[in-house]
T-cell receptor, first 112, second 115 residues
Framework: GESVGLHLPTLSVQEGDNSIINCAYS??????FIWYKQESGKGPQFIID?????DKRQGQRVTVLLNKTVKHLSLQIAATQPGDSAVYFC???????????FGAGTTVTVRA | GAGVSQSPRYKVAKRGQDVALRCDPI?????LFWYQQALGQGPEFLTY????????KSGLPSDRFFAERPEGSVSTLKIQRTQQEDSAVYLC?????????????FGPGTRLTVL
């Protein structure tokens, strides 16, 4: 079958290239999605979020895409920099709920 | 402004000891959360406070885990009779009231190692 945005636990990317990190979420009822970046020894850092009434949202150098049909979320990082090296987590929740459910992280390594 | 702070950053305990982990949320954030992050995994929800009220403690793994936020600001997560399986990073997060702003901002975590 077709693989759409297969989740990979690690991603190596050349500095300056674009990165795409994929996440498959589990609950079709979730309507709020967040991407966090976690550097070694630090807590998760908010990057960008999106609600289920949108399919795309852009921030500074980052874009989040949401495909509710296949329960898939992706984070695109433009012009990847060494400081982007980290573990990236997607999280899902119900709006007006409080529990974040985190996916398996993706470790991004930026090659100079 | 200041973010979420946690102390201590590192804690080593002998099995059977009690530990207390502290969280100072962002000023004005009424919602406070505790998560547990095992090595190589994503954070998992433990408990949630709105002001001083603990509204959900469904994620606490056993009755050895206890959390409090008596004045609606600083919170303490206490683990009694620590076991090796309690070794993890304990993360605290805070946010505006649910519905006003959902973004949870995390602290740096406390790494607990139980020997």
């Amino acid at each position: 079958g077709e693989s759409v945005g297969l989740h990979l636990p690690t991603l190596s990317v050349q500095e300056g290239d674009n990165s795409i990190i994929n996440c498959a979420y589990s609950n079709s009822a979730s309507d709020y999605f967040i991407w966090y970046k976690q550097e070694s020894g630090k807590g998760p850092q908010f990057i960008i979020d999106i609600r289920s009434n949108m399919d795309k949202r852009q921030g500074q150098r980052v874009t989040v895409l949401l495909n509710k049909t296949v329960k898939h979320l992706s984070l695109q990082i433009a012009a990847t920099q060494p400081g982007d090296s980290a573990v990236y987590f997607c999280a899902e929740a119900f709006s007006n709920d409080y529990k974040l459910s985190f996916g398996a992280g993706t470790t991004v390594t930026v090659r100079a | 402004g200041a973010g979420v702070s946690q102390s201590p950053r590192y804690k080593v305990a002998k099995r059977g000891q009690d530990v207390a982990l502290r969280c100072d949320p962002i000023s004005g954030h009424v919602s406070l959360f505790w998560y547990q992050q095992a090595l190589g995994q994503g954070p998992e929800f433990l408990t949630y406070f709105q002001n001083e009220a603990q509204l959900d403690k469904s994620g606490l793994p056993s009755d050895r885990f206890f959390a409090e936020r008596p004045e609606g600001s600083v919170s303490t997560l206490k683990i009694q009779r620590t076991q090796q399986e309690d070794s993890a990073v304990y993360l605290c997060a805070s946010s505006l009231p649910i519905g006003d702003g959902d973004t949870q901002y995390f602290g740096p975590g406390t790494r607990l190692t139980v020997l």
